[in-house]
């Protein structure tokens, strides 16, 4: 497949339909740019199956670490009586 994409005035572009579909690419995920012998080669970086977990447990929760720090100092409380 060979198609011909422009680039914009801030160094844009967009990559064809058919190719995200293809590869499954959404907004948001990452490829790797890299040039060899005169070719420019974007690779659709691994998606980390950790990342899908992030709408479900980020947000507007508390960090994990601030609730982890409350946790100990509960502890720490109780443990002194």
Do not use: F, W
Request: glycine share 8%; no cysteine.
């Amino acid at each position: 497949m060979r198609t011909t994409i422009v680039i914009s005035a801030k160094g844009q572009i967009s990559i064809p339909v058919s190719l995200r579909r293809r590869y499954n690419l959404k907004k948001g995920d990452q490829l790797a740019v890299e040039e060899n012998d005169g070719a420019i080669i974007l690779r659709p970086l691994p998606k980390h199956p950790l990342l899908k977990m992030k709408g479900k447990y980020g947000g507007d929760r508390e960090p994990l670490t601030e609730l982890l720090l409350k946790e100990r100092r509960a502890e720490r409380e109780r443990s002194k009586y």
